[in-house]
């Protein structure tokens, strides 16, 4: 085996991802990993490609509440490659949720990617629960900008802020 492979803690992720706003599936995927891995970071990161809602700021705050300050959770951000995130925080795992089966090609392609960027750091999957298997936070966004309830989707907080904001621009 690689010796670097040993070099980093197994026991944390990084669960990187956009959190534009953080879901109950996202909240589902936590919680599976706090069963398997000592410490979680979950870190927002910048997505050119996406146009967010919500500032960086307040998406990291809408995740710290709803991770209740778990001491086993780290809420961050960044904005460079994340292989070189997770080398810096010294983690081997990069965790990614996945729904439909949609999910499957472009998570394959990104952790390929982030492989071949840094061959120490591995992609683990976690599927999410059944209830959870539709819920994206475009979806969430989406219908919450359209007046329909998101109830149960995101936490309640999340849920306020949603229709405050859509309820301004209206
Ligand atoms: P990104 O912009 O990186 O896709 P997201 O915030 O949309 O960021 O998602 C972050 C991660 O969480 C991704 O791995 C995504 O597949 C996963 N995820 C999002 N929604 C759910 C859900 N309902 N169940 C399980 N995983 C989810």
Known sequence: MDEHVHERDHRIAVYPG????????????????????????????RNPNKKPLFPTEERLDMIRRAVENNPRVTVDHFSGLLVDYCREVNARVILRGLRALSDFEYE??????????DRSVDTIFMMTGFQWFYVNSSIVKEAASLGGSIQG?????????????FDTAR
Do not use: C
Request: glycine share 2%.
């Open 18 to 45: 956009s959190f534009d706003p953080i879901t109950n599936g996202h909240l589902d995927i936590i919680r599976r990993a706090l069963a398997v891995f000592d410490r979680l970071i979950v870190v927002v990161a």
């Open 108 to 117: 394959f392609q990104l952790a390929l990617i982030n492989r071949k960027l």
């Open 153 to 165: 989707m995101v936490p309640d907080f999340v849920a306020e802020k949603l229709s405050k904001k």
